[in-house]
């Protein structure tokens, strides 16, 4: 089993904990009591330290908040709910995200072993943080950006990494209430050679408006399409989209413009185990009308770390509405979001050892 290392722990005088609602959890509303923080100069990172949580002391011209480079990650710790044992989902591929989005955005990236290592020591410091109902977890957010103070466009030369948690519910209160989305031709969420496929800042920043629209229209969420022709699906927010047409599922291929997501992934896998044939692919809002209209469109599904699987009710594209067959017994949305919650919360057999344990003694 293994160990997690000896980062130098600052224990806060005063825990927040008692006072948190831990009845009604949303998602980023409550934060627990330390961070993790690194600083890279002289070409490594340096110190990393767990401390009581805390507003950072910034440059005003620190190069992450004028000019974007910055990236970041999200992971959960889950209790086990038999054996009440953390654990976390596939840290490593995380952990290796951020080394690819780091290098998108020029920055140096921490050795992925080491950045796993890290989450596992803040999981550990902040144990009792980790909520134990079905489908709550911890939520880590690692971040990086430059901090160096400069107005030159050009990677910095000083970063910090700091890294967060913050404990979550379920993100659309049960699994169930299917998502009204709009599929967004006007504006687009990454083009072409683009940043699409790196979780950076600037990413998520240019959908707020398309995002605020939408919801104004009555919409839950948006289909972001190619940016070329928008006439592709790509990404439902921040979600992967899924579609089930016939006996195959459909999802996207990561063409560069699409976040590779871990739950993709982990979706692709569960399904090809079930004997579900699971295609990667691009396809287009004009076959996904024609599914729709000969009945043939089953199920559509967003898919995150957030979320879980989440049913998608129908797309609005221009003018006409792509509907999925309503929600039936044996939807796979439904079985998949109950044997990846399965496996985090230790209820499913992990068969393809996606789970780590964090143990405390
Ligand atoms: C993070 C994210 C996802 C989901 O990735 P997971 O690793 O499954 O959480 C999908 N799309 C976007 C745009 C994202 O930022």
């Known amino acids: 089993m293994a160990k997690t290392s000896n980062i130098p722990v600052t224990l806060i005088e005063q825990s927040a904990y008692a006072e948190t609602d831990f009845d009604s959890l949303g998602f980023g509303d409550a934060f627990s009591d330390h961070m993790l923080l690194c600083d890279w100069a002289d070409g490594e990172w ?12 910034v440059d005003p011209a620190a190069l992450g908040l ?5 990236v970041f990650e999200g992971l959960k710790a889950y209790r086990g709910t038999g054996d009440n044992r953390i654990r976390l989902f596939r840290p490593d591929r995380n952990a290796q995200r951020l080394a690819a989005s780091c290098n998108r955005l020029c920055i ?4 992925p ?3 796993v290592d890290w989450i596992r020591s803040l999981v550990a410091v902040e144990a009792k943080w980790i ?3 079905f489908g709550e977890a911890l939520y880590i957010r690692p971040m990086i950006f430059a901090t160096e103070g400069h107005l030159a466009v050009r990677p910095a030369n000083r970063y910090t990494l700091v890294m967060v948690a913050a404990p979550v519910g379920q993100y659309f209160a049960q699994y169930g209430r299917p998502l009204r989305v709009k599929a967004e031709d006007r504006y687009t969420r990454a083009a072409s050679g683009g940043t699409g496929a790196a979780k950076t800042a600037g990413n998520y920043g240019a959908t707020l408006k398309p995002m605020f629209e939408a919801a104004s229209e009555g919409f839950d969420q948006i289909l972001w399409l190619d940016g ?3 006439a592709y699906a790509e990404e439902a927010g921040q979600m992967n989209i899924f579609f089930r047409i016939g006996d195959e599922v459909i999802t996207p291929e990561l063409s560069g413009t699409i976040l590779p997501g871990v739950t993709r992934d982990s ?6 185990q079930w004997g579900i044939k699971a295609t990667a692919r691009r396809i287009s809002m004009a076959e996904l009308r024609k599914a729709a209209e000969s009945e043939g469109l089953l199920e559509i599904f967003g898919a995150g770390t957030a979320a879980v699987v989440v049913p998608v009710d129908s797309i609005q594209y221009q003018d006409f509405d792509i509907r999925a067959c309503p929600p039936s017994a044996n939807s796979l949305s439904q079985r998949l979001f109950q044997s990846l ?4 919360h230790g209820q499913v057999d992990d068969t393809n050892n996606w789970i780590q344990f964090v143990d405390i003694e």
Do not use: F, T
Request: hydrophobic letters at 30%.
């Open 131 to 133: 909520p134990a109902q």
């Open 113 to 115: 072993a080491q950045l």
């Open 341 to 344: 919650l399965g496996i985090q």
């Open 267 to 272: 979706v692709l896998s569960l399904l090809k």
């Open 228 to 230: 070329d022709e928008h």
């Open 108 to 111: 140096p990236a921490p050795d």
């Open 66 to 70: 004028h000019y974007g480079q910055s």
């Open 46 to 57: 340096k110190s990393p330290r767990i401390v009581p949580r805390k507003p950072l002391k």
